[in-house]
Nanobody
C-alpha cells in the first residue's frame, strides 16, 4: 500500500484546510485509515481515524480536535480526507496519513498502523 497526502499549507487562525490522502496498491487489505501529526520537538500524535474496510465508516478523534476536524472517506477514489476547521496555532504540525491492515481496537496507536505516507505541513499563524 502506498499513501500520498496533500493539502497542507499556511492558514490564519480560525481558517480551514482540507487534507487528502490517496491510497494505491493493495487497498483491499486496508482496515483503518488514520491521520497523525507531529509538531516540532514533539512526539507524533493521533488526530483522527476512520474504518475503511466495511460500510458505515466508524470515525475516531483526538479530544483536541473533536468538533473542529472531520475525517471522511471515498472508497471509490481510494481517498480519505481530513477537513480541519477553526484551526489554531497549536494545530501547526506535519500531518501524516497511515493505513492499518491488522484489526485492532486501538485506533490511536501509531505502532499499529502498517503503512505511512509522506507528511504534509500545516502552518497556522496567529
Amino acid at each position: 500500500v502506498q499513501l500520498q497526502a496533500s493539502g497542507g499549507g499556511l492558514v490564519q487562525a480560525g481558517g480551514s484546510l482540507r487534507l487528502s490522502c490517496v491510497a494505491s496498491g493493495r487497498t483491499f487489505s486496508i482496515y483503518r485509515m488514520g491521520w497523525f501529526r507531529q509538531a516540532p520537538g514533539k512526539e507524533r500524535e493521533f488526530v483522527a481515524g476512520i474504518t475503511w474496510r466495511w460500510s458505515g465508516g466508524s470515525t475516531y478523534y483526538a479530544d483536541s480536535v473533536k468538533g473542529r476536524f472531520t475525517v471522511s472517506r471515498d472508497n471509490a477514489k481510494n481517498t480519505v480526507y481530513l477537513q480541519m476547521n477553526s484551526l489554531k496555532p497549536e494545530d501547526t504540525a506535519v500531518y501524516y496519513c497511515a493505513a492499518a491492515v491488522r484489526i485492532y481496537s486501538d485506533y490511536d496507536r501509531a505502532d499499529l498502523y502498517d503503512y505511512w505516507g509522506r507528511g504534509t505541513l500545516v502552518t497556522v499563524s496567529s
